[in-house]
């Protein structure tokens, strides 16, 4: 991944899943689901970008909000995607999205704190992790994933973590590999490799 500089716009209206065979369909963002923004499309690209190609794969989506990641992650070929969000009100809006594409049965829900679900999701099941904490919280976040997400990815698993740019993470220890960064408007895509 390269350092490049992307500006990304924040319209909750005209969220849209970005490739694969539902490229272009828009996303339902309830007006009632408060505190909540999609990842910006730039970003959702760039992460996709990095990864592997997700056929056959699982993916896990943490801080899920709408469901943005997860469900492109289905549009690109993911079998079963987990999303994991904390605000109860956004259960609906990604069952919504996911039965607007035809994908429910494809999508688990999990309505829980990212923490509670690292302890209950079974081992070895996920390809990657994608990660878009709230701001604020991105530091303690990438603690946590680091040391809680190595037994739910399969070997050499990745994750993507989604921060600010002003907010460095964590040394993520020896169970992981920094695979490469990107920066666009302000938020890093910073990439990572299980190595154990």
Known sequence: MSVRKVQTKKRRESTVILGGRYGN?????????????PTPAAVRRAVFEALPDLQGKQLLDLYA??????????SRG??????????KAAKAAITANA????????????????????????????????AHPPDAMA????????????RK???????????PQTESLP?????????GEELIG??????YTKTG
Not at 66 to 71: E, F, H, N, V, Y
Not at 153 to 163: D, K, W
């Open 78 to 87: 993911a079998t079963k995607v987990t999303c994991v969000e904390s605000k």
């Open 139 to 150: 530091r303690p976040a990438a603690v946590t994933l680091f040391k809680l997400l190595t």
């Open 99 to 130: 039965q607007a594409i035809d994908e429910a049965a494809h999508v688990t829900v999990m309505s829980m704190a990212v923490e509670e679900a690292l302890t209950v999701l079974p081992d070895g099941r996920f390809f990657a992790a994608v």
């Open 25 to 37: 369909t828009p996303l339902s963002i309830p007006k009632t689901l408060v505190g909540v923004e």
């Open 171 to 179: 040394d993520p220890g020896p169970l992981w590999k920094k695979a």
């Open 186 to 191: 302000g938020l890093l895509v910073s990439m």
């Open 153 to 163: 990815l399969e070997a050499l698993g990745r994750l993507a973590i989604v921060h």
């Open 65 to 74: 909000g709408i469901g943005a990641i997860g469900l492109e992650a289905i």
